[in-house]
């Protein structure tokens, strides 16, 4: 820390807002931030990748960027425009599986990884990437020796000095995905040298020279489930963390890169630590420009413009589902058990004796099963699957019943997967209810069923998470009269439980025919 500042003089100094370049701007800075919807942010991420799909060439970079993005996209259930950049990146593809004809080998590593990661998100529902998939990860599999050493194969003339290429870890999660997805292969064995080797040789144990480095460690070290090793360097984050929120990039110094920040806030939602993610994404959110970027860092010493930087707006955005799951992780806490006679379970239940018999039927955000009990033991002839995005949730569902991990906003199965759709609970709190009820059609086969059980108050849905947007019964009667007929929606009181007496409605539809 600088001679003469104190942590509270420094976060007072890097929470001054970001300068923007319009009077407009000066006062959505001064709000906060708080008009930018997530919407506006994911449509500014699209922007971004379809000016780099435009692009004929581009730096590693760039493409590096195009694969992380399509990934977020994708868990945005944004398929046409992860599609597209995902087309994008196969169109650089080299016959050897690489994405880059460079001789620098940690470049062509991570922008291969990078695609790698696209690709994988794409699948199931977009299939074509397979085989670039493939490709990919056999070419990173080149790169691991029989010790787990990750050096570059000798296909092409490198240029490197020294045994290993890498100073931070080498982005091994795509490869150990491929090998899960495609088990006959040797891809997650030779990950996992690769992960072990890292950790007891090379650079594991020096310290990372910037913030955005020990971040990254800490978020690669999670998502190869080496948890030991990552909380070391999470608690440096911690005490790193000003009271604005902010991670500085180097301690004692002003500048922030805001995609440090948001790397972060996705770390710390990951290890339910809320507290510290909500601290982050409000030094975020007043940072958010109008039309839903985040610079690339704030400098409270200059406080100069910054170019907006489409790698903090993936974080930010990654964050934000991470924030939600950490909400509902906290939720899961507060569950009691569901009585045979509960109102909304009469609901389903009156439901679910007009689907067929052998008919596939989803209960989507089904928790821990507390509906598919009484459900699939009333109605053993319907194929019930239950989908959540907690996978701790879906421990907890009955044995017998099938599980999918997939959010509201993207349910990872091919479309018209399903003859009915149960929804209780759950479409109040989603980050874009929008695209949710897009998704719930998407799975929906022509003439299937869907029942939507949600509380109200005034012609309102009522959610009770801080993100929700106000969504009325009859936006949602709306948006489904598109694509489905004999939309209908009733109230009712429900008593008991977590409240005395509460509204509720149900909303049920079905898929119109293919014309």
Known sequence: MAKGESPETLSAAVEKPHRHTSWLGRLFGFLGGRAVTVATT??????????????????????????????????????????????????????????????APEAVFTVTAAALRAWLACLPELAQFESSAQKAAQFLRQWIGGEGRVVPPKTRSWNYEGADPFR??????????????????????????GIDYWLTHGHRHSQPETTAALVRRAFLYLEWNRRQEALP???????????????????????????????????????????????????????????????ATVNAGTNRDQEEDPL??????????????????????????????????????????????????????????????????????????????????????????????????????????????????????????????LEVVRILRPGGRLLIIEPVAKGRLCPESPWAEPVT??????LLCGTCQQTHAETFVVSGGTFSSRSYAAISAIKMPRS
């Open 312 to 437: 903090a707006l993936k974080y930010y955005l990654d964050a934000t589902l991470w924030r939600v799951r950490c909400f509902a992780h906290a939720k899961l806490r507060e569950e009691v058990p569901l009585d045979a006679s509960d109102p909304r379970l009469q609901k389903a239940r009156s439901w679910a004796q007009g689907l067929p018999a052998g008919a596939f039927v989803a209960d989507l955000g089904c928790g821990t099963g507390r509906y598919l009990r009484y459900l699939a033991s009333w109605f053993p002839q319907l194929r019930w699957v239950g989908i959540d995005f907690l996978p701790e949730a879906l421990e907890r569902v009955p044995k017998g019943i099938k599980t999918i991990e997939g959010s509201l906003l993207r349910v990872p199965v091919p479309e018209a997967a399903f003859h009915g759709v149960l929804m209780v609970d759950t479409l109040a709190d989603v980050l874009l209810p929008q695209q949710a009820l």
């Open 42 to 103: 994911l449509e500014r991420l699209q922007h971004h990748c379809q000016q780099w799909a435009d692009r004929g060439s581009a730096p590693h970079t760039v493409v590096t960027l195009a694969g992380l993005a399509t990934e977020t996209l994708m868990e945005y259930g944004q398929r046409e425009a992860a599609w597209r950049t995902a087309r994008w990146l196969e169109a650089r593809q080299l016959a050897d599986g690489s994405v880059s004809e460079s001789r």
């Open 473 to 478: 019964l009859q936006q949602v009667e709306k």
């Open 168 to 193: 931070e870890p080498p982005d091994l999660t795509p490869l150990l995905r491929a090998g899960r997805r495609w088990p006959d292969t040797d891809w997650t064995t030779a990950a996992l040298r």
């Open 233 to 295: 360097l999470v608690e440096t984050m911690d005490r790193l963390q000003l009271a604005s929120g902010a991670l500085p990039e180097r301690e004692g110094q002003r500048v922030v890169h805001l995609s440090t920040v948001a790397q972060a806030a996705t770390i710390w939602f990951r290890l339910y630590n809320q507290a510290r993610g909500e601290n982050a994404m409000r030094f975020l959110q007043r940072h958010l420009m109008p039309h839903g970027s985040l610079p």
